[in-house]
């Protein structure tokens, strides 16, 4: 038996994450409060004064990563008088000053996002996540979140030509290539660095939810069980949820104390699960 722990933390993640302790996290995954949102719940940060109320928790987040940890950034700008305000690419400007390498980003596309209309835009059905690392080499385990191979496979694959059997390179003279027959055999394959998650309805205990599979997918993507995942802007605890199911242990920080006595109801702060190591089958083809 293994013991999982999912700690929940009432107070300012910029002081408790000083009580954690240097490269002890492997996975920092959170979405903060978004410039003038939920200003009922968490006061609203002004847009040109969020850069300056960010930066000491990602200092304490630097601190308190592993040197092959990784931290993903859900966040998202808004528009003001008509335009979009710069104060995410500000952020990541300042961020790499910090000292954090800013490796990826991924769009998080919102398949059910919020309807309406204004006179000089399109609703917003995307989101990024933001991925930070300290070094260039950090754990990531990519066959954890591979998917099906998809349906267009079974038609192309069946003819190939020539030019399909080699390596095909762009006429472009880009560089690139491809060998179709390559994915003979194959049935899954790496995604993309778009993510298609639906938003969450129906949570009416927070103003701002993210889908569990949100984090779930950075979860498989960056830990292995037992590591530890910390979400410093717990809200209503979904990071420490996933994170307990997929045997990952979790800390959360959250401020508002009515979030962190709904996790604490919702969820033990320790439990045992069966601990197996993962044994390799040999596939034995059919007669």
Same mark, same amino acid.
């Given at each position: ?72 950034? &859900?966040?998202?700008?808004?528009? !003001?008088?008509?335009? %979009?305000?710069?104060?995410?690419? !500000? ?5 790499? %000053? ?5 490796? $990826? ?48 496979? &079974? ?49 009416? &205990? ?5 889908? $569990?599979?949100?984090? !779930? ?7 292995? *069980? ?21 045997? %990952? ?19 033990? *702060? ?5 601990? !197996? ?11």
């Amino acid at each position: 038996m293994k013991e999982i722990i999912a700690k929940i933390i009432q107070g300012d993640c910029k002081d408790v994450l000083k009580t954690i302790g240097v490269n002890s996290i492997d996975l920092i995954v959170t979405s903060p409060p978004y410039a003038d949102r939920r200003e009922h719940t968490y006061g609203g940060i002004k847009p040109e004064k969020y850069v300056d109320w960010f930066l000491p928790i990602s200092e304490q987040l630097l601190r308190v990563l592993k040197p092959t940890g990784t931290f993903i950034l &859900n966040i998202k700008e808004k528009a !003001e008088n008509g335009e %979009r305000h710069t104060y995410v690419i !500000e952020l990541i400007l300042e961020l790499r %000053r910090q000292g954090w390498l800013w490796t $990826e980003e991924f769009i998080w596309h919102k398949k059910n996002c919020y309807p309406g209309k204004w006179p000089n835009r399109f609703r917003d059905a995307w989101e990024r996540c933001l991925q930070f690392n300290k070094t260039k080499k950090f754990k990531m385990y990519q066959e954890e979140v591979m998917i099906p191979v998809g349906e267009w496979a &079974n038609g192309r694959l069946k003819n190939l030509s020539e030019t399909d059997k080699i390596r095909d390179n762009s006429r472009s003279g880009s560089g690139f290539g491809k060998n179709v027959s390559n994915w003979i055999n194959r049935d899954k394959v790496y995604p993309t660095n778009v993510l298609y998650f639906a938003t969450v309805c129906n949570n009416k &205990n927070h103003s701002a939810p993210f889908p $569990e599979e949100l984090p !779930e997918w950075f979860i498989k993507l960056f830990t292995k *069980e037992y590591d530890w995942v910390l979400d410093p802007f717990a809200g209503s605890g979904t990071t420490l949820k996933v994170a307990k199911l997929t045997h %990952r242990n979790s800390i959360g920080i959250e401020i508002l104390p009515e979030y962190v006595e709904m996790t604490k109801k919702s969820q033990t *702060e320790k439990e045992f699960v069966l601990f !197996e190591p993962k044994a390799k089958y040999e596939s034995v083809k059919s007669k």
